[in-house]
């Protein structure tokens, strides 16, 4: 059974960092796409940032410059680099992978800045 496992996440002041991290563990026969969404309650799921198999990158525009996904990582392992934090960015972090042609969603994690 595929899973997504996420850790990182936290309470961080305003300006700071955190990093997000997510493994995939399971029977994987092909990883498109790996990446982060957020929620915050009552809000519909957006895109925070993607990296594809071929190492391209995508980036919400509110997150580009301060969101980094690291492309050196560990086999089926996506982090997040966020600096730069700012109060807007608190929600619940969802990790996603693409495996084949199906979804897959972690737990979350929830971001909290303080401001």
Known sequence: QLQLVESGGGLVQAGGSLRLSCAASGTIFRLNVMGWYRQASGKQRELVALITSDGTTMYADSVKGRFTIPNNT????????????????????????????????GQGTQVTVSS
Do not use: G, H, R
């Open 74 to 105: 560990a086999k089926n392992t996506v982090y997040l680099q966020m600096n730069s934090l700012k109060s807007e960015d608190t929600d619940v972090y969802y990790c996603f992978a693409q495996i084949d042609v199906s979804p897959y969603w």
